[in-house]
């Protein structure tokens, strides 16, 4: 089967990878990719905001499957696009239509459609500038913590939590009426703080039916313990200790099967991966975020337990046939670690020589990559986020462990990386 794969990170490495054992993959295509995942296929030069060029490029290459990484083609339409022309119409084509899509990128529709699904998540109101000063008198009475999220599209980092009013004010002032998140701020959602912990569980869905993969915990902030500013994700564990098998039950009646329901139900077109962001509060999941699109870095723990054939599951889910279909999972643990760059998430470096990166450091050890590139025969940083070790192990500790010792040998000046990926889990 001849596949294209949109998206250039470390999810998009680690889906490649996976992807290039598939004895269905005949050739892989990444666009536009990176130096890892040109190891997997062949990397391709297309932009993902242009879609006339994606379509003539599947068009000429005779691509059979499409299988879209990142949100932002999905959320403006590249689903719509493809169904909506003769040529490229009988594609089978992994991503939701970009009405689905609106599930990330619109926390308002999100919210919405939770309510009328009787879907668990936070309180919660919107404001834009029409209803400004009311914003802001809901927030001086609103309890603390304040959760503040921007309505559209962020890169991740649309969401702060505000521990005073004046904090809180300060922020939605900077969001709506100075636009500290440029677009995705004009509109506002104000949110009930919950306490608890965090998970994210992934499903693959044909629109009707639907398979949950594995689990997993992301850590976003920079530093150790949890501190400091958000990231797009320091490090991810699989299986997380707190998806109890009753836990799991509860996610899948209160939560994943009222989502794909719904959906059904509204006609919305939904085949691909939904990403939920959930909190245990007190034994009870609730829904902080969807995402139209697998998580990152979560993927990088996700895909490497996955024991399915990845083609053979995007093939069954663009055919209607999920429910005929098992997930079956490596019962090992699995720990990544991302090296980021000096100065990330604010302003970094890049350029710096990465040096390692060739080693056999093992079957149980795979490094992704994410922001490099190829430069001069060499491989060098090209982003915040520059690679991440995924690594296995019989418990969490030494799947964490083993990623941390292979960060002593693959470097680059300026590396930095958490040392207590799983930290809540680990010696209890």
């Not at 999941?285 to 990152?296: K, L, Q, T």
């Not at 054939?309 to 090992?332: F, M, N, T, W, Y």
Request: net charge negative; aromatic share 10%; glycine share 12%.
């Amino acid at each position: 089967m001849r596949i294209l794969l949109l998206g250039s990170g470390g999810r998009e490495h680690a889906l490649a990878w996976k992807l290039s054992q598939s004895v269905w993959t005949n050739p892989l295509y990444i666009a536009p990719g990176n130096p890892g995942t040109a190891q997997c296929g062949v990397n391709v030069n297309l932009k993902l905001s242009d879609f006339d060029a994606i379509g003539k490029f599947c068009i000429y290459e005779k691509i059979e499957m499409v299988i879209v990484g990142p949100e932002e083609p999905l959320v403006n339409g590249l689903y719509d696009y493809f169904k909506g022309n003769e040529e490229l119409a009988a594609i089978h084509f992994i991503g939701p239509s970009k009405n689905g899509a609106q599930l990330e990128g619109s926390k308002a529709f999100a919210k919405a459609f939770m309510m009328r699904h009787n879907i668990p998540t936070a309180g919660y109101r919107e404001f834009t500038t029409d209803n400004y000063e009311e914003g802001i008198k809901y927030l001086g009475e609103h309890p603390l913590p304040i959760v503040l999220k921007a309505d559209g599209l962020a890169a991740g980092k649309g969401v702060v939590i505000c521990q005073s009013h004046l904090e809180a004010i300060a922020e939605f002032e900077l969001m709506i009426q100075r636009a500290k998140f440029g677009e995705a701020s004009k509109k506002v959602v104000v949110e009930q703080f919950l306490t608890g912990i965090e998970l994210s569980v992934f499903v693959l869905t044909d629109g009707k039916s639907y398979l949950t993969l594995p689990e997993a915990k992301d850590y976003k902030r920079i530093g150790v313990g949890d501190k400091g500013l958000m990231t797009g994700g320091m490090g991810a564990v699989s299986p997380v200790p707190i998806a109890t098998p009753d836990f799991m039950q509860k996610v899948d009646e209160r939560i994943i099967k009222p989502t794909v329901d719904g959906l059904h139900e509204e006609g919305i077109e939904y085949t691909g991966f939904i990403f939920f962001g959930l909190i245990n509060v007190n034994g009870d999941p609730f829904v902080i975020e969807y995402n139209c699109r697998m998580g990152d870095p979560e993927t990088e723990v996700v895909i490497p337990r996955l024991e399915n054939d990845l083609v053979g599951l995007c093939v069954a889910a663009s055919q209607k046939e999920l429910h005929l279909v098992k997930i079956q999972a490596d019962p090992r643990s699995a720990a990544t670690v991302v090296a980021v760059s000096r100065g990330y998430p604010a302003g970094y470096n890049k350029g710096e020589e990465i040096t390692g990166l060739n080693e056999n450091y093992g079957k149980q050890t795979q490094i992704f990559h994410a922001g490099t590139k190829e430069e001069d025969g060499k491989i060098v940083t090209d982003g915040g986020r520059v690679f991440c070790v995924t690594s296995f192990g019989e418990n969490m500790e030494e799947a964490v462990n083993t990623s941390l010792d292979v960060l002593q040998y693959v470097t680059y000046d300026g590396i930095y990386f958490r040392n207590d990926i799983g930290f809540e889990f680990i010696g209890k």
